[in-house]
């Protein structure tokens, strides 16, 4: 009986060690941010407000140059150097910022089942400093559904904006 007791104790650590081993794995696992070329615009003040989301609590207005504006509406490419903000807004303060920025040949920094032409994404804390804990992965995913649209989800609102 005493040998029994030994061994199910034994059988119950390494089965522990083994649930353990494999959170630490699962929690390593996750997509996070990944350093890119985006960088937070220097022009803040300077881009323009084009249209706002509101989802519950959360309100997003999202900005672009007017160059993006005016290349969008003429049917042209927005051009390299083009950063789209989402500033995303939870209880009346900035929670994070979202941003897209083009640059000639990012695209070519990930395999072509990841691209979305040549737009990275970076999330930003309220200070502007990059988030690390969020995934850009996601965002490409989302974002090539739009290719005809130049990977933009707001392309319409751009189109029709005043």
């Not at 494999?22 to 985006?38: F, K």
């Not at 042209?76 to 939870?90: E, K, M, S």
């Not at 072509?112 to 992965?137: H, L, Y």
Request: charged share 25%; glycine share 8%.
């Amino acid at each position: 009986m005493g040998k029994q007791r030994q061994m199910k104790t034994r059988s119950g650590r390494i089965l522990l060690s083994a649930l353990a081993c494999a959170a630490v794995s699962l929690a390593g696992w996750r997509a996070d941010a990944e350093s890119n070329r985006v960088t937070f615009p220097d022009n803040l003040d300077r881009l323009v407000h084009y249209t706002t989301v509101t989802r519950g609590n959360v309100t997003e207005h999202i900005l672009t140059s007017r160059e993006a504006i005016d290349a969008v509406k003429s049917g042209q490419p927005v051009p390299n150097g083009t950063h789209f903000v989402l500033v995303d807004y939870r209880d009346g303060a900035v929670f994070r910022y979202f941003v897209m920025e083009k640059g000639e040949g990012w695209g070519t920094d990930y395999d072509e089942r990841r691209r979305t032409g040549d737009w990275q994404f970076q999330w930003f804390n309220p200070d502007q400093t990059i988030n690390m804990n969020e995934n850009t992965a996601r965002c490409q995913s989302c974002h090539q559904g739009r290719e005809d649209s130049q990977y933009l989800y707001t392309f319409n609102d751009i189109s029709v904006f005043e």
